[in-house]
């Protein structure tokens, strides 16, 4: 199946380079040079994955995402010239899937959207052994639904969010590592560092807190990576 992928961003040279590559790699393209036109082509064309510059004229790539959280999933992997770490946080924050910072290796973002891809592909056709997950502080997760609930409360994640919790859950009373995390909820051998992960937790267990305080059932094992405790109730 080709796989349609919408790149945005107004900068000519990377909107050419990028199509290059992932016409070369068999995808589907299209592009937009600033944020109005990509929510159009987004509702008309449904892409599998969208590259998202936060830099973009007439509605800037946060307000392009926020917008098409409201009603829709569609993976999408940030691209920002943007230092600032807390762009990044935002934006993962917000639902974007993953980042990459110019300037970028091609190699490197290309595995990223093999890896994105795949994930979105296995949410919606995987089986679990078991589809509902229980977790200490009447944490539930209903794996089927991508839900999460504190005592029949909602508790709104992100895909990145849900996938680092459902790891957790799954092997809970095990410690997994920040090495194992990247490459089981990210998808690929991460080529960063693994700070990605911590800010990633951090996140999630401060919704978990916001929820329920008891829900933050997440604990730093220092040296090694997280766990959810067995004797955590």
Same mark, same amino acid.
């Given at each position: 199946?080709?796989?349609?992928?919408?790149?945005?961003?107004?900068?000519?040279?990377?909107?050419?380079?990028?199509?290059?590559?992932?016409?070369?790699?068999?995808?589907?393209?299209?592009?937009?040079?600033?944020?109005?036109?990509?929510?159009?082509?987004?509702?008309?064309?449904?892409?599998?994955?969208? =590259?998202?510059? $936060?830099? %973009?004229?007439?509605?800037?790539? /946060?307000?392009?995402? *926020?917008? +098409?959280?409201?009603?829709? !999933?569609?993976?999408?992997?940030?691209?920002?010239?943007?230092?600032?770490?807390?762009?990044?946080?935002?934006?993962?924050?917000?639902?974007?899937?993953?980042?990459?910072?110019?300037?970028?290796?091609?190699?490197?973002?290309?595995?990223?959207?093999?890896?994105?891809?795949?994930?979105?592909?296995?949410?919606?056709?995987?089986?679990?052994?078991?589809?509902?997950?229980?977790?200490?502080?009447?944490?539930?997760?209903?794996?089927?639904?991508?839900?999460?609930?504190?005592?029949?409360?909602?508790?709104?994640?992100?895909?990145?969010?849900?996938?680092? =919790?459902?790891? $957790?859950? %799954?092997?809970?009373?095990?410690? /997994?590592?920040?090495? *194992?995390? +990247?490459?089981?909820?990210? !998808?690929?051998?991460?080529?960063?560092?693994?700070?990605?992960?911590?800010?990633?937790?951090?996140?999630?267990?401060?919704?978990?807190?916001?929820?329920?305080?008891?829900?933050?059932?997440?604990?730093?094992?220092?040296?090694?990576?997280?766990?959810?405790?067995?004797?955590?109730?």
């Amino acid at each position: 199946m080709t796989h349609r992928i919408l790149v945005v961003d107004d900068e000519t040279a990377v909107t050419d380079l990028l199509a290059y590559n992932l016409r070369k790699a068999h995808y589907e393209v299209l592009t937009a040079a600033d944020g109005r036109t990509a929510l159009r082509l987004a509702g008309e064309s449904k892409p599998d994955l969208i =590259l998202l510059d $936060l830099m %973009i004229p007439e509605v800037d790539g /946060l307000d392009v995402c *926020r917008e +098409l959280r409201k009603s829709s !999933g569609v993976p999408i992997i940030m691209i920002t010239a943007r230092g600032e770490e807390v762009d990044r946080v935002v934006g993962l924050e917000i639902g974007a899937d993953d980042y990459v910072t110019k300037p970028f290796s091609v190699r490197e973002l290309m595995a990223r959207i093999k890896a994105v891809l795949r994930r979105a592909q296995n949410d919606s056709s995987e089986q679990e052994p078991s589809t509902v997950l229980h977790g200490p502080g009447n944490l539930l997760m209903d794996v089927e639904r991508r839900a999460v609930m504190v005592a029949d409360t909602p508790i709104e994640l992100t895909r990145l969010e849900f996938d680092l =919790l459902h790891r $957790l859950l %799954i092997n809970r009373g095990r410690v /997994l590592t920040r090495e *194992r995390l +990247l490459e089981q909820a990210w !998808g690929y051998d991460y080529v960063g560092d693994t700070r990605a992960v911590d800010s990633a937790v951090k996140r999630l267990r401060a919704r978990l807190r916001q929820a329920a305080p008891e829900a933050d059932c997440i604990e730093s094992v220092r040296g090694l990576g997280y766990r959810i405790d067995q004797t955590h109730s």
